[in-house]
């Protein structure tokens, strides 16, 4: 009746225990998606909210236009209520359909001592239709050593809101075989004795279509019989990676943003890997000295210690989350696989966490390895008995070691990070794009702290992952040495080629070929024609042969992966091309980069990170905001402040970040007022190096007039001598 009338449905749940309604509703706080639309009928009921059908439809079609995908195509307002509802009784029902199952099967054992029956995956509660809830419920008997009872004969018990149909009921996986079943109506209910007489009626029908007819569990041939110890338990682990699937939008088996892969591990035996665009998100492995399966998932860092067995590693090589406190941990198979426990609730709110995270990814770099084999087992269940039984050729397990990142240049750059003003934002991720895409390395040009540093980071992450890219700092001692590599003594004094930052990009630390991208800081602080050397030609696309010879005699190889051929030697380094160097430059002191040769400039684009045009107390309380500041006392003055600067040299808003909490530190300790803030020392510690080379006559102007404008500067006295001194000027 509820189904027939959401009216009546609503105000059945508007009038539910309000602590039970409480609890539910904190349960789905945080929640997105069905979940959310839950929260919010729930916050709105508890409010005192005369909330109506029309309301909850509009409150669906708001949260729904958050999301690029119709979340809520196959939900009615029924099927988002159900739960509020159903979930005040669901253990009460699964408790009394258990219980009848039990007395069932011990009847019927009495009754016919050969029966042997299924105890688990044996009731299915209002719930089972996908969490969309429906009228029916239902418990089935069938054979212990079937798999499932969609491949057999079953004795059944069916109730829905008008009858219970019971007897003998056939798996839909079979056919040619009719179902023998007696229906009783609300009012005319059945007794037990009456059930398990027409289970004994039907008893020899059930035995003789599961005995003749029926194909047993194929035998698991590798690597599924080294990953699951039966056939049941890789069946649920394939259904478990298609809810997996369907939450993140996976649908068609050919996206490529996913991939599933086998690989050998130290611990366990082989595994199935389930990767998500550039991190692995589920794992599934037998392991060596029990043969069970084990799970090994990504799981938000703050839930993780609930759930792990045995801790976690945060410097796994498939873990790309290191800053955003994701990490991978091996759990219970069955509690995972279990939609009721609340380790499987931890692990889908962080696939949400990670959806969000890499929503910028349309790939995943784990393709090139991709076993469609796997895939088909998930999205094609009829086909799994022949591929559990035939197998997978071990040539195809991915060498785990070997692996580098195939970046994509397609992917949609995000800067939620950082904080520039829109347009701002949306010139610089256009830039880069498509200059990356176009095979330049990238110099991010600007004042000091704009966020250069923070930029080259976050570009790195996003299309390299965490773990493919290093940062250095140039100096002015750089050299050759330094960048390619020379001569060093080893222990026995004999000496031994030594590569330096540059070709470490291209080798790992097991000699294999690998593709890290460098970071380059303060590019301008090197010389460009000492520190670079050959590599000038190497960035143009030449081949370079150096004056140093490996331990076999061979000459130094730097090689455009273009010009490289199938086999690479122990002395060859190979550029890949999607090997990208992303530097930053001070604009205050650039003069060494016109030092370049036109050949190596015409490899890099210069992206300017500039600061805001227009300094106000508005656009300071949004910087406040993105640094997690709610204290906006300072804004006024501080605004104020950093105009006057700009005027003088422009300053980024990262040094403004630095004044700002000095003087909020040094308020909160010592409880100074604010009018008698020590702005002089935050000047001296913060402003006065950027000025570093301006002319006396701009100095000047600043320490002795500009400043002397703002009352809330003390001491300023201690400012101008400090200038004086630190400078050699010669007074106003």
């Keep these: 009746s509820y189904k027939e009338d ?252 996913y991939s599933f892969t086998l690989r050998e591990h130290t611990s366990v035996r082989k595994g199935i890997h389930f990767n998500y665009t550039n991190a692995l998100i589920l794992g599934f492995y037998g392991e060596i000295n029990t043969d069970e399966t084990m799970a090994r998932i990504a799981l938000l860092k703050d839930e993780a210690e609930d759930f792990c067995l045995g801790g976690y590693n945060e410097d796994d090589l498939f873990n790309h989350f290191k800053e955003e406190e994701v990490v991978l941990c091996y759990v219970s198979f069955d509690e995972l696989i279990n939609q009721d426990s609340e380790l499987h609730k931890a692990y889908f709110k962080t696939l949400d966490f990670i959806k969000d995270y890499n929503s910028s990814y349309n790939s995943t770099p784990y393709r090139n390895y991709h076993i469609e084999e796997i895939a088909n087992a998930v999205f094609k269940p009829d086909t799994r008995d022949e591929i559990f039984s035939t197998g997978i050729d071990d040539e195809i397990i991915d060498p785990v070691n070997n692996f580098e990142p195939v970046i994509d240049f397609n992917i949609k750059l995000e800067l939620n990070n950082l904080h520039f003003p829109e347009a701002e934002k949306s010139r610089l991720i256009n830039q880069i794009r498509i200059n990356l895409k176009q095979g330049k390395h990238i110099i991010l040009t600007g004042p000091p702290g704009t966020g250069k540093s923070k930029l080259a980071k976050e570009i790195c992450k996003q299309y390299v992952g965490e773990k493919y890219f290093k940062m250095v700092t140039a100096t002015s001692d750089w050299s050759t040495f330094d960048t390619i590599g020379g001569y060093r003594p080893d222990k026995d004094n004999q000496l031994y080629f030594s590569s330096g930052i540059f070709l470490d990009c291209f080798k790992s630390d097991d000699l294999e070929l690998a593709n890290n991208w460098l970071i380059i800081d303060e590019i301008n602080r090197a010389d460009i024609d000492k520190a670079f050397g050959p590599l000038f030609s190497a960035l143009t696309g030449d081949s370079i042969k150096l004056s140093f010879k490996d331990s076999q005699g ?179």
């Excluded at 196959?74 to 699964?94: A, G, H, K, M, P």
């Excluded at 042997?116 to 212990?144: H, M, Q, T």
């Excluded at 640094?627 to 402040?641: A, G």
């Design 6 to 257: 959401d009216d009546k449905f609503l105000n059945k749940i508007r009038n539910m225990d309000t602590d039970y309604l409480k609890e539910l509703r904190e349960d789905y706080r945080g929640e997105k998606k069905i979940k959310e639309i839950r929260f919010e009928i729930l916050d709105r009921i508890l409010s005192g909210d005369d909330l109506t059908i029309t309301e909850i439809e509009e409150i669906t079609d708001d949260i729904n236009d958050k999301y690029d995908t119709d979340i809520t195509k196959s939900w009615e307002t029924f099927n988002i209520l159900f739960y509020l509802y159903y979930s005040s009784f669901r253990n009460q029902v699964d408790y009394i359909l258990n219980e009848i199952h039990n007395m069932l099967r011990e009847k019927l054992k009495e009754e016919i001592p050969e029966s042997r029956f299924k105890v688990d995956d044996v009731i299915k509660d209002f719930y089972w239709n996908r969490g969309f809830g429906s009228d029916r419920c239902w418990l089935a008997l069938y054979p212990e050593d079937i798999d499932s009872h969609k491949k057999s004969a079953q004795l059944l018990i069916s109730m829905n809101g008008e009858k219970i149909d019971f007897g003998l009921f056939i798996g839909g996986d079979l056919s040619g075989f009719d179902p023998d079943l007696n229906s009783s109506k609300l009012n005319n209910l059945p007794d037990f004795k009456t059930v398990v007489d027409k289970f004994k009626a039907v008893y020899p029908q059930y035995k003789e279509i599961n005995d003749k007819n029926i194909i047993r569990p194929v035998v698991l041939a590798d690597p599924f019989k080294t990953i699951f110890n039966d056939y049941s338990i890789a069946d649920q682990a394939m259904d478990f990676i298609k809810s997996v699937c369907e939450h993140l939008d996976i649908n068609d088996p050919d996206n490529p943003i």
């Design 554 to 732: 061979k000459s130094i190889e730097i090689i455009p992966e273009e010009e490289s051929g199938e086999a690479i030697e122990s002395h060859q380094y190979i550029i890949p091309e999607d090997w990208r160097i992303i530097a930053t430059m001070n604009t205050f002191d650039k003069t060494s980069l016109y030092e370049m040769s036109y050949a190596f400039m015409r490899r890099f684009a210069f992206i300017p990170v500039v600061i805001p045009d227009k300094i106000n107390d508005d656009l300071l309380k949004e910087y406040l905001d993105c640094w997690n500041i709610d204290d906006y006392s300072l804004v006024n003055q501080l605004s104020e402040l950093w105009e006057v600067i700009n005027e003088t040299r422009p300053i980024g808003p990262a040094i403004v970040e630095d004044i700002y909490q000095f003087l909020l530190e040094q308020n909160g300790d010592s409880g100074i007022e604010k009018a008698q803030l020590d702005y002089t020392s935050a000047i001296i510690n913060y402003v006065l190096p950027q000025f570093e080379g301006l002319p006396q006559e701009e100095l000047n102007k600043f320490f002795y007039n500009r400043l002397e404008e703002l009352d809330f500067i003390n001491d300023l006295d201690v400012i101008q001598r400090f200038a004086n001194d630190y400078f050699h000027l010669g007074g106003s």
